[in-house]
C-alpha cells in the first residue's frame, strides 16, 4: 500500500513560452528525479518546443486513395477537389514516456506549453495539468505586474500550486 503511494507522483512542472524560451520551472520531489542542469533544462524546453511544432504537423491523411493520385469514389463535396481533410484540430506530441517517468504536455491556445514530470503510475495527469492551468490564469494572467512570455515570478502562483501538488503527492 505504501509502495503505491509512493509510486504515484508528481515531480515537477516547466512552462514554456511560445517562442520556446523556459519561463517556470518547479520541483516538487526532491526525492523524485534527480536534478537536471540549467542548461540541459533549456535543452530541454527548446527541443521539446521544436519537436512540438514538427509533430503538430503529421497528421494521418484521411483518404488514401487521393493521396496516390487516384480520385476518390466518392468525394466529399464540402472539400475543394485534391485538398485532403485532416483531423482538427491540430495536437503535436502530447506525452513522453520512460521507464522512470512520464511527461505530459499541455498546449494552451496561445501556445504556452505546461510540462508536467510525473511518475508513470500517476493517474488522472489530465486533470492536474490543467488545474495548474488554471492557477496560471488565475494567479500568473491575472497579476498586473506580470509581462507576458517573461518568466514567472509570483509568488501567489508558487503557493497555490505548491498546496495543490502537495496534497496530490500525499494522497
Ligand atoms: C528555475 O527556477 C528558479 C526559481 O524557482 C530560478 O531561480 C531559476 O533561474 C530557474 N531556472 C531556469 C533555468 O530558468
Do not use: W
Not at 483531423?87 to 499541455?106: T, Y
Amino acid at each position: 500500500m505504501l509502495e503505491t503511494r509512493l509510486s504515484a507522483t508528481v515531480f515537477a512542472l516547466i512552462i514554456i513560452n511560445k517562442a520556446g524560451g523556459l519561463i517556470y520551472n518547479k520541483t516538487f520531489h526532491e526525492a523524485g528525479l534527480n536534478k537536471i542542469s540549467t542548461n540541459d533544462l533549456l535543452v530541454l524546453a527548446g527541443t521539446f518546443h521544436g519537436v512540438h511544432a514538427i509533430t503538430a504537423r503529421l497528421n494521418p491523411i484521411k483518404n488514401p486513395a487521393a493521396a496516390a493520385g487516384i480520385t476518390a469514389p466518392a468525394p466529399n463535396p464540402a472539400a475543394p477537389p485534391g485538398i485532403l481533410t485532416r483531423p482538427e484540430p491540430q495536437s503535436g506530441l502530447e506525452v513522453l514516456e520512460s521507464e522512470n517517468f512520464r511527461l505530459q504536455c499541455f498546449n494552451t491556445m496561445t501556445g504556452t506549453k505546461f510540462l508536467l514530470f510525473t511518475d508513470t503510475a500517476q493517474a488522472n495527469v489530465d486533470v492536474t495539468i490543467r488545474r495548474v492551468y488554471e492557477l496560471y490564469a488565475d494567479y500568473v494572467m491575472k497579476n498586473p505586474f506580470y509581462q507576458l512570455e517573461m518568466p514567472v515570478r509570483c509568488d501567489m502562483f508558487d503557493r497555490k500550486l505548491l498546496s495543490y501538488i502537495r496534497e496530490i503527492n500525499s494522497r
